[in-house]
């Protein structure tokens, strides 16, 4: 098959297509987003939860930690096997989990901190979204993937995906019918 | 699958950028950048991209059999599973198509006990003195063989033991030297490199993947070849060997089977063989059950990882890491799962949905099988950008594991460059998220589009191509969903 030359004025064409087509979608995307966000947040009154985490050999009980933006998290940790750590992120907490004690050392790693002794550490969830937990002390072969969930309401970044997700489909239907409709028509 | 001599998009116009990029395959990079076509004909440069990544290979194994069995702190692990990987997935497959086949250690025992030489040619003498010659029994691989599906159950093999394989040192060096043995033991039976075509769990969805590529290698004329008897691209000549993965780049439309071993670049005498720069996604053509079934276990995989590795349910983790809780029973429910999933659950969604969107379109002369096949190309695009999604956190979360073991390789307490001690720490975790929806959103996008232009090649008109295709379109929608919940939510 040989290259076909092809005239300015029909690149033009397919240029004017391709981007119209391309803001479609995007505003597809756009509508989407923002609706899945408007329709899936949903926020209530922060409260205080008393929570223990029990860490063992590779999983955190309770696995996902649900909470509303502005909650009050009170935690208490206790490892039933061997030394755990309890690395929470987008909170800036560290925590060692020494098994059989009621103490666990907590720290601020972006501070830089000394390990300090405590009974409970208090988190207070002001960002929304979703914050794994992960085990910061090797504690064996699946030590880097022994994580858990705090998900925090109204979680926007997976409200959006949807959105933008079923708006990209139904835009795409939308925009195929049209095209398939209009080419029926040409043809006619 | 079947050895693609054929054209598979005869019925296909180039799409428009391709066209307008500078000719039906894109850009010719030999031609824009000076130097480079001297660089891919040089004789030496496969032996030493291999050879250099055979050295490193040896280290890693050696680290493997005497280093830390803790995974996170022994460099076979950090590096072939972690860096290497990512690397892999997220940049070399879809930028760089096989390359990594180019370089890959695997099968370069064999390859070289082939050719009894690193670098050089053997040709023969007399009459043949124009023919590569081979040691070895250099017996065709069985004609019941030729595709992906031992590729294919390969993968789903190590996949169900990937706890084991992919935390344990000691379990990926005897599972990579169990296949330098197995490639090594094929090519003194079997022509050339019949272990990546046919065998290598790797190889299978790197040909997969790399339909996406942005590069690929193609004649620049294709009547050249036409009307060029001597085929030494094929059957090889005193400057290089015939494709070792027995491709026909003279017809060549896909990067599927092609190791980019560069042979061919050597063999042309009229240099038509080039390497063109493309469009991301610019193949859309599966062939084969096999091969479709290759789109579903990888999705289906990017998913079971998600919950297995990245998960926070200790359940699954007991149950995939049987070797450590002795939960068999729970292997076993595991392992039947996974499989179900990629063999049973998934493909019949797809299947369901390639029915009903035949059935929408009203165009019975178009075979189920044929819709089945050609719609599974929608899971290639949205299988390599859920891979994506999921290997950018392994490396944002475990970077910290690489600068240990470079000071560290073994776990023995060394610290060779000053960076043992370097505190674990993920880099920027809050931004996973707004990493991976973007991500899954254009592996959506990509699907949606690219099956549609799977559906007109199969349905003709828009018309009952359009309604052909919304199945699909939902299926990949709901499974993008279930990527998001399962990543962000």
């Known amino acids: 098959m040989s290259d076909v030359p092809i005239s300015p004025s029909v690149r033009q064409v397919e240029d004017r297509q391709r981007f119209a087509l391309g803001l479609a979608v995007a505003t597809a995307v756009a509508i989407g987003a923002t609706v899945g966000t408007l329709a899936l947040d949903q926020t209530e009154p922060p409260q205080d939860r008393q929570i223990l985490v029990r860490a063992r050999q590779y999983a955190y009980d309770p696995p996902v930690i649900r909470a509303n933006r502005g909650d009050r998290l009170f935690l208490k940790l206790v490892a039933l096997d061997v030394v755990h750590g309890f690395f929470l992120e987008g909170y800036d907490l560290d925590v060692e989990i020494t098994p059989q004690q009621n103490k666990f050392k907590v720290r601020h790693p972006s501070r830089h901190d000394d390990w300090a002794e405590q009974e409970e550490v208090i988190v207070v969830v002001d960002k929304p979204g979703k914050f794994r937990f992960r085990c910061s002390h090797t504690c064996g072969s699946l030590h880097p993937f022994m994580s858990g969930e705090l998900i925090v309401e109204p979680n926007h970044v997976l409200h959006a995906g949807l959105g933008a997700g079923g708006g990209l489909f139904l835009g795409s239907v939308v925009i195929a019918w049209r095209r398939a409709h209009r080419a029926s028509r040409v043809r006619v | ?489």
């Open chain 2, 1 to 489: 699958m079947q050895v693609a001599y054929e054209s598979d998009q005869t019925a296909a116009p180039a799409p428009a950028t391709a066209r307008r990029a500078g000719g039906r395959n894109g850009v010719d990079l030999c031609a824009a950048i000076p130097g480079l076509r001297s660089v891919l004909k040089w004789r030496p440069l496969q032996f030493w991209l291999s050879w250099v990544n055979l050295v490193f290979f040896a280290a890693f194994m050696a680290a493997g059999l005497f280093g830390s069995p803790v995974g996170s702190h022994n460099i076979m692990i950090v590096f072939v599973w972690i860096l290497w990987w990512f690397l892999l997935i997220t940049l070399l497959v879809p930028f760089l198509s096989r390359i990594w086949c180019t370089m890959c250690p695997l099968p370069s025992f064999g390859e070289w006990l082939q050719r009894l030489r690193f670098i050089g040619v053997w040709v023969g003498n007399g009459p043949a003195k124009q023919r590569t010659r081979f040691f070895g029994l250099s017996r065709a691989w069985p004609k019941a063989l030729q595709n992906i599906w031992l590729q294919n159950v390969g993968f789903l093999g190590l996949a169900v033991f990937s706890a084991l394989l992919v935390t344990r040192p000691i379990v990926s060096t005897a599972v990579l030297g169990g296949m330098i043995v197995l490639a090594l033991g094929l090519s003194l039976v079997y022509r050339q490199r019949a272990f990546c075509m046919y065998l290598c769990p790797v190889s299978g969805f790197l040909g997969l993947y790399s339909m996406t590529a942005t590069v690929a290698i193609r004649v620049k004329d294709r009547e050249l070849c036409r009307g060029h008897k001597e085929k030494e691209c094929l059957l090889g000549c005193a400057k290089g060997y015939g494709c070792p993965w027995f491709q026909y780049v003279g017809t060549m439309e896909r990067n599927n089977y092609c190791g980019m071993c560069l042979e061919c670049f050597k063999t042309c005498p009229y240099d038509n063989v080039t390497l063109y720069l493309r469009p991301f996604c610019s193949e859309t053509t599966l062939k084969g059950v096999d091969e479709a079934f290759k789109a579903f276990i990888m999705v289906a995989l990017a998913l079971v990882y998600s919950i297995t590795l990245l998960g926070p349910w200790g359940v699954v983790k007991d149950w995939a890491n049987a070797s450590e809780s002795g939960n068999w029973a729970g292997f076993a429910i595991y392992a039947g799962s996974v499989v179900g999933l990629c063999l049973v659950l998934f493909p019949s969604l797809h299947l369901g949905a390639a029915a009903l969107g035949r059935r929408l379109a009203a165009v019975h002369a178009v075979k189920l099988k044929a819709v089945f096949v050609g719609f599974a190309y929608a899971w290639v695009p949205l299988g390599l950008l859920a891979w994506v999604a999921f290997s950018v956190p392994l490396v944002m979360v475990n970077g910290a594991y690489i600068l240990l073991v470079l000071s560290d390789p073994m776990g023995r307490g060394w610290d060779l460059l000053g960076t043992a001690t370097v505190q674990w720490h993920p880099i920027f975790p809050e931004w996973i998220p707004l990493v991976q929806v973007p991500l899954l959103l254009v592996g959506l996008f990509l699907a949606l589009s690219r099956s549609l232009r799977v559906s007109q090649r199969l349905f003709g008109e828009l018309s009952a191509a359009v309604p052909a295709v919304i199945p699909i379109w939902g299926l990949a929608t709901v499974v993008t969903a279930v990527f998001m919940v399962f990543f962000v939510g």
